[in-house]
């Protein structure tokens, strides 16, 4: 991509940019995607070198909270795994906001990613007049993208709809069996 | 099947006005849990005799026009070898293979996972030492352009 047209997206994708959420703990920017070497040099204002894996619940219903916790997060670009800069730990999937998981160099173009999300075991809900525990063992949330969708806003957001996603188990507890969209 | 017309048709189309992420979804459940009044398809399954059989069933739904979707596994029924390739549109009985067109609408597909054993269980889980319950989980992942959704059940296996 030329350096004139990286500008003119980049200007674009700010101001785009604005319309992000993220978490009351989140003291991210929004950001905008240029790969690595490819930079504007029109003085773009804020030039994001770190990809965000966002995380949101949708669908909330009745719930007040939906408390879990991120005990990890793996990257890998091409089969090799990357640094991946943790941020939002504990998360509320009822809240209005969005979280932001982790960060990580954007990958260059032509990349295949590779991304898992584990939960930690116990998490917990609460409704207006209930509460209880979330079993959140289970197979991590997993899923593959092209360098290009993930550069295309410099983030990728994990849409969990926690209406179909907390079924209620044997023992009682709402185990999280993610029913989720992934947007680039 | 999906014809060679159709298909440079959608995909012009979908050139043109690409689909959107939120359109497509999926659903799945891992047998049916049934009482007095009836069965019903269910996320958690539970297995308390052996031999038995985990019946899997899997929808996808478009709220796009002219979606293309591509549709796996990549958990437990993966690694069983399970056929994902022939899906139902709508209620037809006539099986079409993927990707799938889907315009406003569903397709579903169902598939069979026989379990021997709380020990195939086990072993399955990559837990041979476990002694409570098992919990196998299975993901189908569909996809079309621009857009991917997840959607996960259980199997449950007592010794």
């Given at each position: 991509m030329k350096p004139r047209v990286v500008c003119r997206v980049a200007t674009l994708l700010l101001a785009a940019g604005a319309g992000w959420r993220c978490g009351p703990t989140s003291s991210v920017a929004p950001i905008v995607a240029v790969p690595p070497g490819q930079q504007g040099g029109v003085s773009p204002p804020q030039v994001a070198t770190q990809a965000q894996i966002r995380i949101l619940g949708v669908g909330t219903h009745d719930f007040r909270s939906v408390n879990v916790a991120i005990q990890g997060v793996t990257v890998e670009v091409n089969g090799a795994a990357v640094e991946v800069q943790p941020a939002d730990r504990r998360i509320d999937l009822a809240s209005a906001s969005g979280w932001v998981a982790g960060q990580f160099a954007l990958p260059a173009a032509g990349s295949k990613v590779h991304v898992t999300l584990t939960f930690a075991p116990d998490g917990s809900w609460a409704r207006a007049s209930s509460s209880g525990a979330i079993d959140a063992r289970g197979i991590p949330i997993a899923f593959d993208a092209t360098a290009e969708k993930i550069l295309a806003h410099g983030s990728v957001e994990v849409r969990i709809d926690l209406g179909s996603s907390l079924v209620l188990d044997g023992g009682g507890r709402l185990a999280l069996l993610p029913n989720l969209g992934?947007?680039? | 099947m999906i014809s060679g017309w159709k298909l440079a048709v959608v995909s012009a189309l979908a050139a043109a006005a690409p689909v959107r992420a939120e359109g497509l979804s999926c659903e799945t459940t891992s047998?049916?849990?049934?009482?007095?009044?009836?069965?019903?398809?269910?996320?958690i399954h539970e297995l308390r005799r052996y031999p038995d059989t985990a019946h899997f069933q899997f929808i996808v739904r478009s709220t796009e026009y002219g979606t293309i979707v591509t549709a796996a596994h990549d958990a437990l029924l993966q690694r069983a070898g399970a056929d994902l390739s022939n899906w139902h549109l709508r209620s037809q009985s006539a099986a079409w293979e993927l990707p799938l067109l889907l315009d406003?609408?569903?397709a579903y597909t169902v598939a069979e996972f026989p379990i021997s054993s709380y020990e195939q269980c086990k072993a399955l889980a990559g837990v041979p030492n476990a002694q409570g319950p098992v919990l196998l989980d299975d993901r189908l992942v569909v996809e079309s352009e621009g857009a991917q959704a997840q959607c996960t059940s259980r199997v449950v296996c007592y010794p």
């Open positions: 992934i947007r680039f | 047998g049916l849990g049934c009482t007095a009044s009836g069965c019903e398809p269910e996320r406003y609408g569903w």
